[in-house]
């Protein structure tokens, strides 16, 4: 379950091995004991607490797979981001907040059901530049929004660590299917983190990382020219947003709970077409885009 990372860090490995909807977390035994992120599975936070019994729960932002196991924990240990604060553990306004209300029921009925949320309070919250100091070990919050507004990553200054949350260094590339993500501004978080000095990386869907980071930040942001690039070849004649989300161009197939994805699909080809049509890429008439 645990993989040391540098003294008193640890990887908590995750159920489905840290893919969706679950994430690894992190695990800080200073004089202070801090469990970063409850993604893990209920199974795997229950050991944790048993064994170590945590005197913080820092969580990274409010999507499920990163917070899903907060309500195991009493609400004075929990930490949050003061972004979003008001939504953050009510289970039917998180749903408010990322999916549009024809799927707000499935929704919260999926992520009850995996990976197991419910609601829960935080009653500590941080912003960008917080440090938390465990004990001879200290963790500074980064405020990376894009993904989400509350979207934070935490680095370890003196072990030159960043656990990068969601920016996850995945094949996958980049995320922002909520209405609230921003693609520009999820670069600019991207490239901010990117200039942090780091001997090791800590992903949440990954694992520990230490080879290649410059290299493996670069191909993440790559992703998103990647996909515009297929938008603009996809756009070899009008489309309309249902063509878009039947070819899958994102996605490539929905394999997980089916109306959810189909909704991240059009939202995040909604911001490339958007983002085109600003750099004068792209048109619209009506319901349909056409290249220009």
Sequence with gaps: MLTEVAKNIFLVAAENNGRFPYCHGVLVTGRLTALVETGCGAGILAAVEEKFRPDRIILSHGHPDHCSGSWLFPPER????RERREETGDVRRMAERFVREEIREYWIASMREEPGLRDFK????FSGGHRFDFGGITMEAVHAPGHTDDHYCFYF??????FTTDIDLTPFGPWY????????RFVRSIRTVRGYEMATVISPHLGVIRDGIRERFD???????EREEKILRFLRSPRNMSDFVEAALIYRKYSYREPIM???EAQMVGKHLDRLIIRGRVGRKG???YRI
Aim: proline share 9%; charged share 25%.
């Design 262 to 264: 189909r909704y991240l």
């Design 177 to 184: 299917g909520n209405p609230e993500s921003d693609i520009d």
């Design 287 to 289: 319901d349909r885009y």
């Design 122 to 125: 935080a009653q500590n919250h």
């Design 78 to 81: 929990i930490w949050a981001p």
């Design 157 to 162: 200054p003196a072990q030159k660590i960043m």
């Design 219 to 225: 191909a993440f942001l790559g992703v998103i020219r």
